[in-house]
């Protein structure tokens, strides 16, 4: 895995990009330095609200959370980096709770960390399947597409175990 695949790596990144120290970087986002470290260290996945203090520094709050799109809100007006700049966090919990409930009905406990990764890899393609984030019967239809493609992906794996279908949780 590089380096800058982690939300921690991409914050510790900019941190140094913009030559501040963690508790500078904590207080040009509003937030205490605790927050921060845990941030820099993997610990969870920043809340949609705290993602967005990001764009305060001139942060992509998309690039920050995906490693998606340009890194700096100034560097482009590229269409992928103007769909993922805000982060739908309401949609983000909902793909959360698909993955754990449907890996929690087969018996399956995600740790925290591999949920919320796997999360963000289905909102991510979420976001690059052109969807309109204003149109909650779409979102709605595609949230129970996700949950059946997952219960199959979760049923492979269970009945050919060892065959690399689904990584280990």
């Known amino acids: 895995m590089d380096a800058r695949d982690t939300i921690g ?66 560097e482009s007006d590229d269409h992928l980096y103007q769909k993922n700049a805000i982060i739908d966090s309401d949609l983000l919990v909902d793909i959360k709770e698909v993955v754990a409930s449907v890996h929690k009905e087969a018996g399956i406990t995600l740790h925290a960390e591999t949920l919320d990764r796997k999360a963000i890899d289905y909102y991510n393609q979420y976001m690059l399947d052109d969807t309109d984030l204003s149109d909650v019967e779409e979102m709605k239809l595609w949230l129970g597409l996700l949950e059946k493609r997952i219960r199959r992906e979760v049923t492979a794996a269970r009945d050919a175990p060892g065959t690399g279908k689904h990584k280990a949780s």
């Not at 900019?14 to 993997?42: V, Y």
């Not at 996945?45 to 967005?52: A, F, I, Q, R």
């Open 9 to 74: 790596s991409r914050a510790a990144e900019l941190r140094s990009d913009l030559r501040e120290t963690q508790q500078g970087m904590a207080a040009r986002l509003g937030m205490s330095l605790r927050a921060w470290q845990k941030i820099e260290r993997n610990e969870g996945v920043p809340s949609g609200e705290t993602l967005l203090l990001f764009a305060k520094v001139g942060a992509n709050p998309g690039w920050v959370l995906s490693g998606l799109g340009p890194k700096s809100l100034v």
